[in-house]
């Protein structure tokens, strides 16, 4: 990743290009991705290849080792393996990750009220 930043360094005052470097999966997959793609869009003149690479790097390290192992030459390609990755993860009938936070935080937000 240091070497991709120093590789673009015209471009690290862009702040959308800050901003999709620095960005790290907090939620679903669902939502990385929408977050990633609001940012890439906005960043220019940086090759499909690399922003394969930032994409992969921004993933939960479960799901970022996975999606690396099958090396996808393409942004959607490497989207669906992470779609399906975090599927495997989170079988039928398990509680999705973002209502694991809601059920945890909220007792502790109405206990303290």
Not at 45 to 63: A, C, K, Q, T
Not at 98 to 108: A, W
């Amino acid at each position: 990743m240091e070497e991709l930043i120093a590789h673009y360094e015209d471009t690290k005052s862009n702040t959308f290009f800050s901003q999709l470097i620095s960005l790290k999966q907090k939620g679903s997959i669902m939502e990385h991705i929408e977050k990633f793609q609001k940012l890439n869009i906005r960043v220019k003149d940086i090759p499909e290849e690399h922003r394969i690479d930032v994409f992969i790097g921004s993933l939960n390290d479960n799901i970022q080792h996975d999606v690396h192992h099958w090396e996808p030459d393409s942004l959607e390609k490497a989207f669906r393996l992470a779609r399906k990755m975090e599927a495997k993860l989170w079988k039928p009938g398990s509680i999705p990750l973002t209502t694991i936070k809601v059920k945890v935080l909220l007792p502790l937000v109405f206990h303290n009220l």
